[in-house]
């Protein structure tokens, strides 16, 4: 299931000419499997002689380097020598359509891969395995639209790309200083940033539900409006793209990695999801006349009393997988530093689920404290820096498989008669256990996802431990240089 347009998306070639008439040039990017966009700039003929010709020759180094673009010491199955870094077939999507305000109000637009040899969609490109599981993933099978939101917390600091560099990423200063949530005065230091947080987003298509500080220093959270979930894929990636570029025309620098400070909470990602049926009515919500009569008689636990039968077999689903694709929501070595604090950190580290509970992995929001139409899980596991095409991926085609399978709850909720904390399913806590689960033979992971992307995805994240395992940290050379 492709996004929903951007208002006054083009719909054909003549459109579209008529919405470029005064433009030269446009921004095209792609997503790689960290969520970074790559792209560039072409000209408005070779543009539209791309969209004519269903796309273009993008180099397929995307999908075989990391963050910093460092070749990955492993021959992966995209991109490699063996293969020349052929390129792949870039797509453009003409529903993305957008402008960059910021930047000399250049239209912009989304490209998918695929692959040229064979004309399937790449797999490991984020925007097409989302679409994949939402179409065939037993989504479209089940006649379900798949729906989203989702929340990121960002530290920032008052910092510059070569101020970072010159500091060697030390010794950084955060925008505001102290612990202030919710502060009313503290965005007033700086409320051009602020503001133009909200305004451009909002300008760029990316409706924003909430906007305001969290608890640590400079630390914002920005909660994007509910919709359907491929769109809401390319707000939260697009949302990171706003945030650093109207950062860096005040001097600030945003960062959504996990956990920048080791004694403070990290920044989450939590994610929000539901279904609609084809009449738009909310599949996890009981009807009108259970809701009435106090929820759902058959229900096994009184948590899950207001969430219909299908919302529970999702939920059974999701806690099921959970565990085996802990590197969807949590990519990074620093991902798990979030998760080391558990609930004293508000960052969950076990498979578990419970009625508006924020100590959950999965809370559930349902009647009576939530109306029929907005009820909803939110999965509070991934972090900031999760690609989040990937965490709706993990998401729905867990739970999706739930409700096929009609899979029941392993327990009850967190905190019920015999539900502790040490009783339920643990997440892995680093990258390297998250990794092994991930890859298993028997995980879920490649049932749901299949053997190609999880054999590309993880022996990407298997780059990221090499890399760190012979790393020495300042932590290291403090503590035992001194060493007898």
């Not at 949530?181 to 924003?208: C, K, W």
Request: glycine letters at 8%.
């Amino acid at each position: 299931m492709p996004p929903s347009p951007t208002p006054n998306a083009p719909t054909n070639i003549e459109d579209l000419r008529e919405l470029l008439k005064n433009d030269n040039k446009v921004k095209v990017a792609g997503v790689d499997v960290d969520g970074v966009l790559r792209g560039k700039i072409m000209s408005k003929d070779k543009f539209l002689s791309s969209v004519k010709s269903d796309g273009f020759g993008f180099c397929s180094t995307i999908y075989g380097w990391d963050i910093h673009d460092l070749a990955y010491g492993k021959e992966l199955l995209v991109a490699n020598w063996s293969n020349g870094y052929r390129d792949l077939w870039a797509v453009i999507d003409l529903s993305t359509y957008r402008r960059l305000t910021w930047e000399k109000n250049i239209p912009f637009f989304l490209c998918s891969f695929i692959v040229p040899e064979t004309n399937e969609k790449l797999t490991v490109d984020p925007r097409s395995l989302l679409q994949e599981i939402l179409e065939n993933g037993n989504g479209k099978e089940l006649g379900y639209q798949a729906m989203a939101g989702a929340e990121f917390e960002y530290f920032q600091y008052k910092e510059t790309a070569q101020s970072l560099a010159d500091k060697k990423f030390h010794d950084l200063k955060p925008l505001t200083p102290g612990m202030h949530g919710y502060s009313l005065l503290r965005p007033t230091i700086n409320q051009d940033y602020f503001h133009d947080l909200y305004d451009m987003a909002t300008d760029f298509g990316i409706e924003v539900e909430g906007h305001h500080t969290e608890t640590g220093p400079g630390v914002f959270e920005t909660a994007l409006a509910y919709t359907d979930a491929a769109r809401m894929a390319d707000n939260a990636c697009l949302f990171k793209l706003v945030a650093k570029s109207v950062g860096m025309k005040h001097d600030i620098m945003p960062t959504f990695m996990a956990k920048p400070w080791g004694d403070l909470p990290g920044c989450s990602g939590h994610i929000h999801v539901s279904l609609r049926d084809a009449s738009g009515r909310n599949v996890f919500a009981v009807t009108e006349e259970e809701e009435k009569s106090g929820g759902r008689k058959d229900a096994e636990f009184d948590d899950v009393r207001y969430l219909s039968k299908e919302a529970e077999w999702f939920l059974a689903g999701l806690l099921e997988g959970m565990p085996d694709v802990v590197p969807m929501f949590c990519p990074t070595i620093n991902s798990y530093k979030r998760l080391q604090g558990g609930q004293a950190m508000w960052a969950p580290d076990t498979a578990s689920y419970g009625y508006d509970s924020r100590a959950a992995s999965v809370r559930i929001l349902s009647g009576p404290g939530v109306k029929g139409y907005a009820t909803r899980f939110e999965v509070r596991v991934p972090g900031a820096d999760m690609n989040p095409y990937y965490a709706l991926s993990a998401i729905f085609a867990l739970g999706l498989r739930g409700i096929k399978n009609k899979t029941k709850l392993p327990y009850g909720p967190l905190n019920s008669p015999g539900v502790t904390r040490d009783t339920v399913k643990h997440l892995p806590t680093s990258l390297e256990t998250a990794v092994d689960a991930f890859m298993a033979k028997s995980s879920i992971a490649r049932e749901v996802l299949g053997d190609y992307f999880v054999d590309h995805y993880g022996g990407t994240r298997q780059h990221e431990l090499d890399l760190w395992k012979k790393t020495v940290t300042d932590w290291e050379v403090a503590r035992y240089f001194e060493l007898v």
